[in-house]
């Protein structure tokens, strides 16, 4: 499916069909994604969580309690869920850690290449860190970075999905240790297909017009 075709097919389903399931392949591709989005300097600084079992999307629930219990169905009836974790802090070993890893896969022809990129990307994460301020503000714009390129994917899969913040991520945290492991919830994404009652799914797609919002220069 070109790009196009499935922004255009793709929307925020709001009702899951649980008798169809995401195939264990569709399932690897789904990890595929979150593994290779882009992110700035490559500091990948996100965790997930993949639920496919019914004890797993339970569990990922526990955020839809309460003042979300809205969104609780969208997580039950789902086929897989996924939680976006952004990373708290990020330190100096994890930035030793990604330029080891990038070494291991090949990326530096020579030692010096390593270290001009492992001072880069320290120059950026000092500088939001210390002159910004705005360092975890900032590691949570690359989660959103793959959550776009993660919602055009599942779409070109075929694939419904539906993001929600609306979700009680300090229960997340919790539930999953995460805060303890360096990280936070910040949305979740939940996938399957459509049921044939779902309101939304029939509605017209609206946008800003491209006049509006594109400047040609």
């Known amino acids: 499916m070109e790009p196009i075709q499935a922004l255009n097919q793709r929307y925020s389903t709001k ?50 309690e309460g003042t979300f219990s809205f969104n609780e169905p969208k997580v039950l009836d789902a086929s897989a ?23 291991q896969d090949g990326r530096f022809a ?5 270290e001009m990129n492992h001072n880069v990307r320290k ?9 910004m301020k705005d360092l975890y503000h900032w590691s949570e ?14 779409a070109e ?6 993001p ?14 995460l805060r303890e492991k360096g990280f936070t919830s910040s949305v979740v994404v939940s996938l399957g297909y459509r049921t ?3 309101f939304n799914a029939d509605l017209p797609k609206s946008r800003l017009d491209q006049a509006e919002i594109i400047e040609e220069v």
Request: proline fraction near 2%; hydrophobic fraction near 40%; aromatic fraction near 8%.
């Open 15 to 64: 009702e899951f069909d649980q008798t169809k399931n995401i195939s264990a392949e569709e399932i690897e591709k789904i990890k595929g994604m979150l593994q290779l989005a882009p992110s700035s300097t490559n500091v990948q600084p996100w965790h997930f969580i993949l639920a496919t079992t019914e004890e797993g999307k339970k569990r990922v629930a526990k955020g839809a």
């Open 164 to 177: 929600m913040e609306g979700m009680d991520m300090k229960a997340l945290d919790e539930e999953f240790n």
């Open 110 to 114: 020579e030692q010096k290449f390593k």
């Open 81 to 103: 869920v996924v939680v976006f974790a952004t990373k708290t802090d990020i330190t100096d070993e994890f930035l030793h850690h990604i330029s080891e890893k990038e070494d």
């Open 157 to 162: 899969l075929g694939i419904d999905a539906v």
């Open 123 to 131: 120059m950026f994460v000092d500088t939001h860190k210390y002159d």
């Open 141 to 154: 714009k690359q989660t959103y970075l793959n959550v776009g390129s993660f919602l055009l994917g599942v």
């Open 196 to 198: 044939s009652t779902d």
